[in-house]
């Protein structure tokens, strides 16, 4: 059982990425899935997640407007793509995924970004340059 993250990499500012979080072993229709974060010098923040249904999203406010999390259930695979970014978004990134039944759908959006995960991915870094 495994995730990986993948896509980071060196973007100006104003640039974008897409990255990607695939789920090795297991199917990510049984899972809510968070994107997280962290900077240099930072503790871990939470950047977006969404249901195993897909039917809802959450995003942190600094990335609210430019950052786009979605699934493709077919390749088992979560998104999210970044665009405007800034160099504070420089950080590596982590995706997350948590069994739906540990949480209530109400439960999990009201605290995805401090809510138990079961499964973490490796990061991939993500180099914003001004």
């Known amino acids: 059982v495994q995730l990986q993250a993948s896509g980071g990499g060196l973007a100006q500012s104003g640039g974008s990425l897409t990255l990607s979080c695939a789920a090795l072993?297991?199917?990510?229709?049984?899972?809510?899935i968070g994107w997280f974060r962290q900077a240099p010098g930072k503790e871990r923040e939470g950047v977006s997640c969404i249901s195993r249904s897909s039917g809802r999203s959450s995003y942190a406010d600094a990335v609210k407007g430019r950052f786009t999390i979605s699934k493709d259930s077919a390749k088992n695979t979560v998104y999210l793509q970044m665009s405007s970014l800034k160099p504070e978004d420089t950080a590596v990134y982590y995706c997350?995924?948590?069994?739906?039944?540990?949480?209530?759908?109400?439960?999990?959006?009201?605290?995805?970004?401090?809510?138990?995960?079961?499964?973490w991915g490796l990061g991939t870094l993500v180099t914003v340059s001004s």
């Open positions: 997350a995924a948590v069994r739906f039944r540990r949480y209530s759908i109400s439960d999990y959006y009201t605290r995805c970004f401090t809510n138990g995960y079961d499964y």
């Open positions: 072993g297991f199917s990510l229709d049984d899972y809510h």
